[in-house]
């Protein structure tokens, strides 16, 4: 699924996942619009929060 999806399905904003994963909600933004890629750190973390694999995110 799409950082985008995910977040939507637990119905956050992106400054609330910004707070919960801490990454700044620019990058978060730059990430959903496919603007930049996501740095390995901030993937690790968000497929924790989320409970999905690397593999899921891609």
Do not use: H, W
């Amino acid at each position: 699924m799409k950082l985008k999806e995910l977040r939507k399905a637990k119905r956050l904003t992106r400054e609330q996942l910004s707070k919960e994963i801490g990454t700044p909600v620019r990058t978060i933004g730059r990430r959903e619009n496919g603007e930049t890629d996501m740095m390995f750190q901030t993937a690790i973390k968000v497929a924790k929060y989320f409970e999905v694999s690397l593999d899921e995110l891609i």
